[in-house]
């Protein structure tokens, strides 16, 4: 069974970074692609970024490059997304992701495997 659990999540003001970790266990995660998403209130939940666990390969939502990134530790089974320059607008409930599928498929379909979430507030 596929756990991902997050964590990194908090009140920062605006301009601040922020790092969000994804625990993941329960699989090899061969073949696996995992990722961030994130929901604000009111509003439909939306893809952020994924990773290739296999080759690290990455896939970013066009409105969020240069600013996230999104990287994997093989030994800590660990996908973290680094956040840099957050705007308010930025606050929402960010979730880590994972299904066996491409980095840019994580995008389109809706993956099996999900987190509880992490609460991210900007303050400005």
């Known amino acids: 069974q596929v756990q991902l659990i997050e964590s990194g999540g908090g009140l920062v003001q605006a301009g601040d970074s922020l790092s969000l970790s994804c625990a993941a266990s329960?699989?090899?995660?061969?073949?696996?692609?995992m990722g961030w998403f994130r929901q604000a209130p009111g509003k439909e939940r939306i893809f952020l970024a994924s990773?290739?666990?296999?080759?690290?390969?990455?896939y970013y939502r066009e409105s969020v490059k240069g600013r996230f990134t999104i990287v994997r530790d093989i030994a800590k089974t660990t996908v973290i997304l680094h956040m840099n320059a957050l705007p308010p607008e930025d606050t929402a409930v960010y979730y880590c992701?994972?299904?066996?599928?491409?980095?840019?498929?994580?995008?389109?379909?809706?993956?099996?495997?999900w987190g509880v979430g992490t609460q991210v507030t900007v303050s400005s």
């Open positions: 992701a994972a299904d066996v599928t491409p980095p840019r498929t994580l995008d389109i379909l809706w993956p099996a495997y």
């Open positions: 990773i290739s666990w296999d080759d690290g390969l990455t």
């Open positions: 329960g699989s090899t995660f061969r073949r696996y692609s």
